[in-house]
């Protein structure tokens, strides 16, 4: 099945209504400011306290809660490198649903553990082939209804839910960093903020080994680029999933790209200053934060959503100790 028709953005309706359909199973995290030297303004939104350690509950939630029972009949699947796995993963055994996860070899243990423990069958492909499963929307001889883990406006609905909780809670925000993979949660979160506060920014993160969508805007048009695995195993491909370009490109203020030394250095800053665990991922937007407010672009009170804390305790225990993985 192709995956090229373009994503439309997310009204506040569906957002609003998505909110509705995931009360009770995900939580409405806390902002809270990080306590930093400067006079700089930063806030954490910290899905790194929802059940699983992630995000993802709010978009696979939102994606199941509006299917049918009958497209539910023979379970659910997905590909994800590890935090989409785990909820729908966790989302699916709340409904007894089977659940299969088509995972990129290689992923991280600390995720697949977790995959296991929640009772979901693991399928390993090489990268190349498990991003083929996320342009083409499934894997044939899989059962159960796929949930795309970026291009299903469900999904994207149920991750902008994000964004209305920064703007209750922040009414005054003026830039929000969202870590980008391949953009289902910073576009959700830029459509919510730009219906609530259309003079907010919103800019996707990326790392320096794997970034496309910086490579993409600088071109104008979709390409692709040499992608590099790393520790910030969550975010980052080779390419753009094409239907989410026009997306991106309208909604998000652009993409600000962080190297793999500042991202450990964001790490280290969230567990030495706020005692918050993140992966490399979830760190990526404090990276990009820091990032932009030396070069003197950031504004305002700023948002980071701190996307993950599902890493590895090697890796941690490396970046604690002051290396870069």
Same mark, same amino acid.
């Given at each position: 099945?192709?995956?090229?028709?373009?994503?439309?953005?997310?009204?506040?309706?569906?957002?609003?209504?998505?909110?509705?359909?995931?009360?009770?199973?995900?939580?409405?995290?806390?902002?809270?400011?990080?306590?930093?030297?400067?006079?700089?303004?930063?806030?954490?939104?910290?899905?790194?306290?929802?059940?699983?350690?992630?995000?993802?509950?709010?978009?696979?939630?939102?994606?199941?809660?509006?299917?049918?029972?009958?497209?539910? &009949?023979?379970?659910?699947?997905?590909?994800?490198?590890?935090?989409? #796995?785990?909820?729908? !993963?966790?989302?699916?055994?709340?409904?007894?649903?089977?659940?299969?996860? $088509? $995972?990129?070899? @290689?992923?991280?243990?600390?995720?697949?553990?977790?995959?296991?423990? +929640?009772?979901?069958?693991?399928?390993?492909?090489?990268?190349?082939?498990?991003?083929?499963?996320?342009?083409?929307?499934?894997?044939?001889?899989?059962?159960?209804?796929?949930?795309?883990?970026?291009?299903?406006?469900?999904?994207?609905?149920?991750?902008?839910?994000?964004?209305?909780?920064?703007?209750?809670?922040?009414?005054?925000?003026?830039?929000?960093?969202?870590?980008? @993979? @391949?953009?289902?949660?910073?576009?959700?979160? !830029?459509?919510?903020?730009?219906?609530?506060?259309?003079? #907010?920014?919103?800019?996707?993160?990326?790392?320096?080994?794997?970034?496309?969508?910086?490579? =993409?805007?600088? #071109? @104008?048009?979709?390409?692709?680029?040499?992608?590099?695995?790393?520790?910030?195993?969550?975010?980052? =491909?080779?390419?753009?999933?094409?239907?989410?370009?026009?997306? #991106?490109?309208?909604?998000?203020?652009?993409?600000?790209?962080?190297?793999?030394?500042?991202? &450990?250095? !964001?790490?280290?800053? +969230?567990?030495?200053?706020?005692?918050?665990?993140?992966?490399?991922?979830?760190?990526?937007?404090?990276?990009?934060?820091?990032?932009?407010?030396?070069?003197?672009?950031?504004?305002?009170?700023?948002?980071?959503?701190?996307?993950?804390?599902?890493?590895?305790?090697?890796? +941690?225990?490396?970046?604690?100790?002051?290396?870069?993985?």
């Amino acid at each position: 099945m192709s995956g090229a028709t373009p994503i439309e953005p997310v009204s506040l309706e569906e957002i609003r209504a998505a909110r509705r359909r995931i009360e009770g199973s995900v939580l409405r995290t806390p902002l809270i400011r990080l306590p930093l030297d400067s006079e700089e303004d930063v806030y954490l939104k910290l899905e790194t306290l929802q059940p699983i350690g992630s995000f993802k509950l709010r978009g696979a939630g939102n994606a199941m809660a509006m299917a049918s029972s009958e497209a539910l &009949a023979r379970g659910v699947y997905t590909a994800s490198a590890g935090n989409m #796995a785990q909820g729908v !993963a966790w989302m699916a055994r709340r409904r007894g649903l089977p659940c299969t996860v $088509v $995972v990129p070899e @290689g992923a991280p243990k600390t995720k697949l553990s977790a995959i296991e423990r +929640l009772g979901a069958r693991i399928v390993p492909l090489p990268f190349a082939s498990w991003w083929q499963v996320l342009v083409d929307h499934g894997l044939p001889g899989i059962e159960g209804l796929f949930i795309h883990p970026v291009s299903d406006p469900a999904v994207i609905a149920g991750n902008g839910t994000i964004g209305l909780e920064i703007v209750e809670d922040l009414p005054d925000v003026e830039t929000v960093y969202v870590p980008y @993979g @391949g953009g289902g949660l910073s576009c959700g979160i !830029a459509c919510a903020v730009g219906s609530l506060r259309p003079s #907010a920014r919103v800019y996707a993160c990326e790392v320096e080994t794997a970034a496309p969508l910086r490579a =993409s805007l600088d #071109a @104008g048009r979709p390409v692709s680029i040499v992608h590099t695995r790393s520790f910030v195993d969550g975010i980052g =491909s080779g390419s753009l999933l094409p239907e989410m370009w026009p997306l #991106a490109r309208g909604v998000l203020a652009g993409s600000v790209v962080a190297t793999l030394s500042e991202i &450990a250095e !964001a790490i280290l800053l +969230l567990a030495t200053r706020a005692r918050v665990i993140a992966e490399g991922a979830g760190a990526a937007s404090l990276a990009a934060a820091r990032k932009s407010a030396r070069s003197g672009k950031s504004r305002g009170p700023t948002v980071c959503v701190v996307s993950g804390g599902n890493i590895d305790a090697e890796t +941690l225990a490396a970046i604690l100790r002051g290396d870069v993985p």
